[in-house]
């Protein structure tokens, strides 16, 4: 399965949570924004968001500075 990850083709091999996507990516989830589809994915939503073939995923990280 092909998904469209930060702009860039990237395989997944079957559906998977937004959690288990930042899982196998080794990303922090606590640090992160995400966007699955073009609507922002509330934090409480990740395990019930399933991305899919086709879909379109957009990852952000919070920086900190000052």
Not at 17 to 36: C, K, P
Not at 38 to 55: M, N, P, R
């Amino acid at each position: 399965m092909t998904i469209k990850l930060n702009g860039d083709p990237h395989e997944i091999l079957e559906p998977l949570s937004v959690t288990a996507l930042l899982a196998t990516l080794a990303i922090d989830a606590r640090r992160v924004a995400v966007e699955h589809n073009l609507a922002v994915v509330k934090k409480a939503e990740y395990d019930t968001s399933i991305v899919k073939d086709g879909d379109e995923v957009e990852i952000v990280n919070f920086v900190g500075g000052g």
